[in-house]
């Protein structure tokens, strides 16, 4: 992606996009290294792992920004297939996929709170993946973005597949309780349930939404 747009003439019609995407993408970039960085030791305990859940929001917004400027009826105007898949296709996978990952980064960190209630850990799962599956649906139809919706789709999969190892682990384990088992059960079916509907939406988004022009 970055050598194709080096390569870009200066007369280009995607230079003026390039320019709406660097910005966000260079914010994207320090909240990517900002994230790497808080898996360091230091930084597991306490309120000190929120940080990364913060890093990844941040890096999933910035990326929002990038594919919102590619995304306009405008821009769709100025590219073709080739010159997506080569400058803005890496862009709304990573996108996608850190949508999902930022919301798996903040339960992961708010499950292993020993001071709040499974109850409670399980209800902002259960939010989380509404949460998901309604941007997965409402970016796929606003900015007739397919492919955001199938990498969402793909990852609630993932983690439905992730729900079913843990609970078939569960049921062999005398200390898990049957509510954790419950609640393990309503996210994998919320799961697949929002996958499927992400998949369904990036079907009939590709259906109906106009042919980029080939250059």
């Known amino acids: 992606m970055v050598g194709t747009q080096l390569a870009l003439p200066e007369a280009s019609p995607l230079v003026p996009i390039i320019r709406e995407v660097t910005g966000p993408y260079l914010y994207a970039?320090?909240?990517?290294?900002?994230?790497?960085?808080?898996?360091?030791?230091?930084?597991?305990?306490?309120?000190?792992?929120?940080?990364?859940?913060?890093?990844?929001?941040?890096?999933?917004?910035?990326?929002?920004?990038?594919?919102?400027?590619?995304?306009?009826?405008?821009?769709?105007?100025?590219?073709?297939?080739?010159d997506f898949a080569l400058n803005f296709l890496p862009l709304s996978l990573h996108f996608g996929?850190?949508?999902?990952?930022?919301?798996?980064?903040?339960?992961?960190?708010?499950?292993?709170?020993?001071?709040?209630?499974?109850?409670?850990?399980?209800?902002?799962?259960?939010?989380?993946?509404?949460?998901?599956?309604?941007a997965g649906v409402g970016v796929s139809l606003k900015r007739g973005a397919p492919w955001?919706?199938?990498?969402?789709?793909?990852?609630?999969?993932?983690?439905?597949t992730g729900l079913t190892k843990r609970i078939e682990g569960a049921e062999q384990d005398k200390e898990k309780d049957e509510e954790f088992i419950e609640a393990a059960e309503r996210q994998r079916t919320a799961s697949m349930a929002g996958s499927l509907l992400c998949l369904a939406t990036a079907v009939v988004t590709s259906l109906r939404r106009?042919?980029?022009?080939?250059?």
């Open 29 to 82: 970039k320090q909240f990517q290294i900002l994230w790497n960085a808080s898996f360091r030791p230091e930084f597991q305990q306490g309120f000190y792992k929120y940080i990364a859940p913060l890093n990844l929001s941040g890096l999933a917004l910035s990326l929002s920004f990038c594919h919102t400027a590619y995304t306009t009826k405008d821009a769709r105007e100025k590219y073709g297939v080739v």
């Open 97 to 134: 996929w850190t949508t999902v990952t930022s919301l798996v980064n903040w339960n992961a960190s708010i499950s292993v709170e020993k001071e709040i209630p499974t109850k409670y850990v399980a209800y902002f799962g259960h939010a989380s993946v509404a949460a998901v599956t309604i």
């Open 148 to 160: 955001y919706g199938l990498v969402i789709a793909w990852a609630l999969s993932a983690v439905a």
């Open 210 to 215: 106009p042919s980029n022009k080939q250059r």
